[in-house]
């Protein structure tokens, strides 16, 4: 009887870790330089034509009232000076999310 509940124990801990590694990954969505460098951060770094700057946490903080999803929506539509897509022609929604994201954190 003893071993049986430590075994479960040990089986809702393995269940549990496993849990928090994927969902870890998930978050984890690492930002890609190289398509930041290649398109975004060209208007972005030093805030071209009214872009909000990167690292700018008061300039996106109105930007970001309106959800991620939103902002990923007026990136691939374009806004105004900003093109469609941003310029960046193999960012999926995932990487415009993780850019979006970098940008609007404090550096
Ligand atoms: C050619 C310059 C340029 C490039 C390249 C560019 N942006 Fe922009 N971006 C702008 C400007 C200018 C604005 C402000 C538009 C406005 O509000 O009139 C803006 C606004 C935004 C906004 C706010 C949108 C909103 O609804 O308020 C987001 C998000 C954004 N850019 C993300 C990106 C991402 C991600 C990339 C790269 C994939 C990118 N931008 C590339 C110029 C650029």
């Given at each position: 009887?003893?071993?049986?509940?430590?075994?479960?124990?040990?089986?809702?801990?393995?269940?549990?870790?496993?849990?928090?590694?994927?969902?870890?990954?998930?978050?984890?969505?690492?930002?890609?330089?190289?398509?930041?460098?290649?398109s975004?951060?060209?208007?972005?770094?030093?805030?071209?034509?009214?872009?909000?700057?990167?690292?700018?946490?008061?300039?996106?903080?109105?930007?970001?009232?309106?959800?991620?999803?939103?902002?990923?929506?007026?990136?691939?539509?374009?806004?105004?000076?900003?093109?469609?897509?941003g310029?960046c022609?193999?960012c999926?929604?995932?990487?415009?999310?993780?850019?979006?994201?970098?940008?609007?954190?404090?550096?």
């Open positions: 009887m003893k071993t049986r509940f430590s075994l479960r124990h040990l089986l809702a801990l393995a269940v549990a870790t496993a849990m928090l590694s994927l969902s870890t990954g998930v978050v984890a969505a690492e930002v890609d330089m190289n398509k930041y460098n290649a975004c951060g060209a208007c972005h770094m030093a805030g071209v034509a009214g872009a909000p700057k990167t690292g700018d946490a008061a300039a996106w903080a109105p930007r970001l009232e309106k959800g991620i999803d939103a902002l990923v929506a007026s990136v691939k539509k374009g806004l105004n000076v900003m093109p469609a897509g310029l022609a193999t999926s929604d995932e990487d415009y999310e993780a850019l979006i994201t970098y940008m609007s954190t404090p550096q």
